[in-house]
């Protein structure tokens, strides 16, 4: 089986969403029901093949993942977890070119792609690669307008420039 997982996983890429999506669950499945070193092994030639799909393939197929990814922790936490813990153990084992693409595009998939329910669910998983992506609408890391202009009428940065009486 691992000497074809990296064709059929990346062939995935050509199904529209839904498709794809049912495609990887099932691929996925399979993948976790191997014992450690055959799983290593599948795992490592479908992330190989994964991340040599140009840009504009890889980023709808890393959602599709992402969001498998989410099914099966809310069927089986632990397994997902198993299958996050794996393609932990292949990508330290792989070059830092691959490791950081995989990084930025997860990162990205997770900030313009995904829900926040589906970020929530991801950080129980990997949460080093999605740490720094707000995990509810409202956390967008920005001031207030008027905390900025604070009460002097000055940015809250030019402390100088505030009325003695706002200080």
């Known amino acids: 089986m691992a000497t074809d997982d990296g064709r059929v996983w990346s062939?995935?890429?050509g199904l529209d969403q839904a498709a794809r999506e049912r495609g990887m669950h099932e691929h996925l499945i399979s993948v976790l029901a191997l014992e450690e070193a055959p799983r290593l092994e599948a795992l490592r030639d479908m992330i190989t093949a994964e991340y040599a799909l140009d840009d504009a393939a890889l980023r709808p197929f890393t959602?599709?993942?992402?969001?498998?990814?989410v099914a099966i922790a809310q069927e089986d936490v632990e397994r997902?977890?198993?299958?996050a813990r794996g393609y932990d153990t292949v990508f330290d084992a792989l070059g830092a070119e691959m490791a950081m693409?995989?990084?930025?595009?997860?990162?990205?998939?997770?900030?313009?792609d995904l829900a926040p329910g589906e970020v929530t669910a991801l950080f129980e998983l990997i949460p080093s690669l999605v740490r720094h992506v707000?995990?509810?609408?409202?956390?967008?890391?920005?001031?207030?307008?008027?905390?900025?202009?604070?009460?002097?009428?000055a940015p809250w940065w030019k402390f100088w420039q505030r009325s003695p009486a706002a200080n």
């Open 80 to 83: 997902a977890r198993l299958l």
């Open 11 to 13: 062939d995935l890429a």
């Open 101 to 112: 693409r995989r990084a930025r595009i997860v990162q990205t998939v997770a900030k313009s």
């Open 63 to 69: 959602i599709s993942r992402l969001r498998t990814w």
């Open 134 to 153: 707000p995990r509810s609408a409202g956390s967008d890391f920005t001031r207030p307008a008027a905390a900025a202009a604070g009460a002097g009428g």
